[in-house]
């Protein structure tokens, strides 16, 4: 007979219930725009061209997401988010991977200034890359195309440095019994390093996969075909198309739908986030 587990009581005491009330406040300070988005996509225009405060419809309106997805062509645009996400998240983690393993595991003289300069690509935004990226890509021909919509982002800074420490995490016993059984650089990255940093791995890929999916600074500069637009960039389409203030509801339509499939690969992704970052994070 198997013996009963005791039970696990939680002492509320007012350190803990502080705990509590800052989690429960960060949480609401997420949730509630989600939630509000979500309640707004079912509404009508007597909900949403008011000052008052109506949390949730009078008259649900689930025609909201079919109205959206005839005057927006989502499949086209789901179509280009996935080919400029998959082929853009894994060109992007595959040159994390090479990147940090090289950091770590060659010797090669500036290796030190080499790290210093991916540590200062962390520090300079997005916008302030963006028009010397237009002037480069547009002269090599590259609007509204996708390498024209993915080249300037293969680069991260923040996948290298996160893989280059949990890579010097990794026992140095195993690598150097590799290298003594006569396996090359290639083959101890893809058969020692790679397996035993799956999470960190995982990690950078989920980071890679939400920064491509929601992108919508360059999609702006770089597309102006509708053919070739993405789904943050498509938006837009629906938001022109869309000019009254009562149209709303179909506008949180098409986000709540641009939304869903990101948030589903974060669901199921979201196990791997602590472990990666606890690897990555330890040593200096």
Sequence with gaps: MSATAPSRRVRLTPLTVRDYLILLLAVLVVVLPLGYMFLASFKGPGDLATTDLVVFPEVWKPENYSEAAQKVSFGR?????????????GLKVLLAILT??????????????????VLATMMVPPQVTALPNFVFISSLGGENTYWGLILPGLGTG????????????????????????GAG?????????????????????????VYEWNDYLWPLIIITDPEMMTLPRGLTLLQNSESAASSFGVLMAGTVMVLLPILAVFAILQRHIVNGFTQGGVKG
């Design 100 to 117: 940090a393993y090289g950091l770590v595991f060659c010797e090669f003289p500036g290796k030190k200034y080499v790290f210093w300069g």
């Design 185 to 209: 650089h290639w083959r101890r990255l893809w058969h020692c390093v790679v397996p035993m940093s799956l999470p960190s791995i995982a990690t950078v890929a989920l980071v890679a996969v």
């Design 158 to 181: 923040f996948g290298t440095f996160l893989l280059r420490q949990s890579f010097m995490q990794l026992p140095y016993e195993v690598i150097e019994a590799a290298h003594l059984d």
């Design 77 to 89: 645009l789901f179509l280009n988010s996935s080919i400029v996400t998959v082929v853009g998240a």
